[in-house]
């Protein structure tokens, strides 16, 4: 492909805002910038869980999923919400195609750990299913599931959002991944933002402790896709024309840079 690639991940906690990502990504597609969404959900699929009595736990910022709850969590992740952002998109003028990691086999994982139950480690992106929506205009919205295999049965599995975002990110070589999240980006123990980090520094967060739920797979994320992928944003995507400030200055938030 000839033009470079930009990987936004929507966080579950932005989806629920009033803020202009939506016609950011309509603004920034036809501007020519070849751009990847994939979305999170995960407070919505807590509502949804809680409505058939299920709880939501959690695991080092990973959903523990049973085999009910991963019903209900691909039928919000790869239904309710993928479709909503693409009607979304649609709606401001600009045109995306709504696919989950299931769809052409787009995802393949592995069973993470049985504490988790059915959640994915992603081992393999086809990422030509991609490639092949941007080569037609549209912009791929992806939601975080995959297929995987169980006792040689291959089954859905649910994927955190922010590993999807970066196992793909390093499958495309994007020139950049944007997190957008509700928060101004990473602070170290003493609450202080940290504008800056390389991805060594942003790897001793984790290993000292002061990166917490979320916050941990996203780091992770950028740790494992450094390798090809130059320059990572955690920003708040609640902030007006948050994606489209980030595009344009390089600024804001939480920049991890490869080494």
Known sequence: MQNKIVVVKIGGSTLDSKDTTIRDLATIQREGVSVVVVHGGGKIA??????????????KGLRVTDKESLDVVTA????????ELVAAIHNVGGKAVGLSGGDGNLLWSKIQSPELGYVGNIIQVNHQIIEVVINAGYIPVIAPISLGSID???????????????????????????FLTDVNGIYNSSGDLLPKLSVTEAKELLVLGAASG?????????VEAAITVPVFHIINGTKPNALIEVLNKNTGGTIIESE
């Not at 807590?46 to 695991?59: E, I, N």
């Not at 955190?160 to 991944?177: C, F, M, Q, R, Y």
């Not at 979320?214 to 950028?222: F, L, Q, R, S």
Request: aromatic letters at 6%.
């Open 152 to 178: 040689g049965h291959t089954t859905l599995l649910n994927v955190n959002g922010d590993t999807v975002a970066g196992k793909i990110a390093a499958s495309l070589g994007a020139e950049k991944l944007i």
């Open 46 to 59: 807590s509502k949804w869980l809680a409505k058939f009595g299920l709880p939501s736990r959690f695991v």
């Open 214 to 222: 979320g916050m941990i797979p996203k780091i992770n994320a950028c």
């Open 76 to 83: 919000v992740f790869a239904g309710l919400v993928n479709k």
